[in-house]
């Protein structure tokens, strides 16, 4: 992301590559996020999750997938929308970045109002675009 603390380690990679990991502590019985994950790891893995599964799982995902599994089956040729579990972060809406009709990616809401408000210069792997207007799940991107 174009902001100053990704700038800050882009300028200073060792301070980057030798800082200890951030310790990120998630509740991995937690059922909301079992419940996100479910229709990815079935139409990964199908509907028959072998014992082995638990390994890579943990134990209450796999447990919890079983039991929300059990007797159902998958919906041949179903695909679930991957843009519906974002990467972005949990905390909002993930909206479509669009330059001439095309999706050429997305925004979190936090970096929304912050980095492309209307009239803003966004820069998007590598490219400077300039924010036309926020639509409805969307952001129009025209030539900076």
Do not use: W
């Not at 966004?122 to 639509?135: D, E, I, L």
């Amino acid at each position: 992301m174009n902001n100053p603390f990704d700038r800050f380690f882009a300028r200073n990679i060792d301070a980057f590559l030798k800082k200890p990991l951030d310790e990120i502590l998630i509740g991995v019985d937690n059922e909301e996020l079992m419940t996100k994950h479910l229709p990815y790891l079935v139409h990964e893995c199908g509907a028959d999750f072998p014992p082995k599964l638990a390994e890579h799982l943990g134990t209450p995902f796999f447990e919890f997938a079983r039991n929300e599994m059990k007797g159902k089956r998958p919906v041949k040729g179903h695909k679930p929308n991957y843009r519906q579990l974002s990467i972005r972060g949990g905390s909002g809406s993930v909206y479509q970045l669009e330059y001439k009709g095309k999706d050429v990616g997305d925004i979190s809401d936090v970096h929304l109002f912050r980095e492309a408000y209307v009239g803003a210069i966004y820069n998007h792997f590598g490219k400077s675009y300039r924010v036309a207007a926020h639509a409805a799940n969307k952001v129009v991107l025209e030539d900076a």
